[in-house]
């Protein structure tokens, strides 16, 4: 099953003094990963996203660094995101960072649970995930009860007029 992927250019002020890339900003591809994501696959969404009527939180989140250095300025990183986990309102995505250009040995390696949750006069509540996200997720899930779990999801909101 293919991986999402989104490319980035490293600019200097997202390295430390000493010239890696510093921490958090691998935290924030991830980020940036999802939105593109989001963009590319589910553009219907993000009006919904701006006009606050649905919101995906991030529950928890981490990256674990393979190597001593990771990236420096000017590198060219892949990110790689896939569907770990999927359960209605909550699913866990992977991510992997890798040199855009060289062998594909990975420099670091993140995950993220998200929750999917709408806007009501009394907060915000748990909900399912869009049918469109559901939709577009189905293509970079790859293990039968993934696709079995995004396919309940469906069936779900079909059921319930959604």
Request: hydrophobic residues 45%; proline residues 4%.
């Amino acid at each position: 099953m293919p991986a999402y992927e989104y490319k980035h250019v490293v600019a200097f002020e997202e390295t430390s003094l000493i010239g890696n890339v510093y921490f958090s900003n691998y935290l924030i591809w991830q980020g940036h990963c999802r939105e593109r994501f989001l963009h590319d696959h589910a553009k219907e969404i993000v009006g919904r996203l701006l006009g606050k009527e649905l919101a995906f939180f991030t529950r928890s989140c981490s990256c674990e660094f393979m190597g001593d250095w990771g990236f420096t300025a000017l590198d060219e990183v892949a990110i790689h995101m896939w569907l770990r986990k999927f359960r209605g309102g909550r699913m866990t995505l992977e991510f992997e960072y890798l040199a855009a250009s060289g062998n594909g040995t990975p420099v670091a390696r993140g995950f993220q649970e998200v929750a999917c949750k709408a806007s009501t006069s009394g907060g915000w509540v748990p909900a399912p995930f869009p049918a469109s996200l559901v939709l577009a997720l189905k293509k970079f899930a790859d293990t039968p009860e993934l696709q079995a779990a995004l396919d309940d999801a469906l069936e779900f909101q079909r059921d319930a007029g959604q």
